[in-house]
């Protein structure tokens, strides 16, 4: 799915995933599919905490995803690695 990054805060070293159309995320499927991407820390009903190398991917039952500890070309390479993986996984809803 097509997104675009943003940067909240210059300071905070984390990027913002936002998908151009409306898209919710179902969290039990995108656990499932993105499994192999990286360790899930933390899972409730609307947040999916997951520890990838030096980064972690907060990804949220509205849709929004942060990205945190990486550089603007890292967090567009995995958006573009978790987009793909939660469409794979039929997790956008």
């Known amino acids: 799915m097509d997104f675009y990054t943003v940067e909240p805060c210059a300071t905070s070293n984390a990027f ?14 995108a656990e499932k599919a993105l499994a192999k991407l990286g360790q899930v820390l933390a899972k409730t009903a609307v947040v999916l905490v997951l520890k990838r190398e030096d980064c972690s991917a907060s990804l949220y039952a509205s849709g ?26 039929g997790a956008f809803i």
């Open 64 to 89: 929004r995803i942060m990205l945190k500890g990486v550089t603007r070309e890292e967090a567009e390479a995995l958006g573009k690695k978790l987009s793909a993986a939660l469409e794979k996984g």
């Open 16 to 29: 913002e995933v936002k998908f151009k159309k409306d898209a919710r995320i179902d969290i039990e499927r």
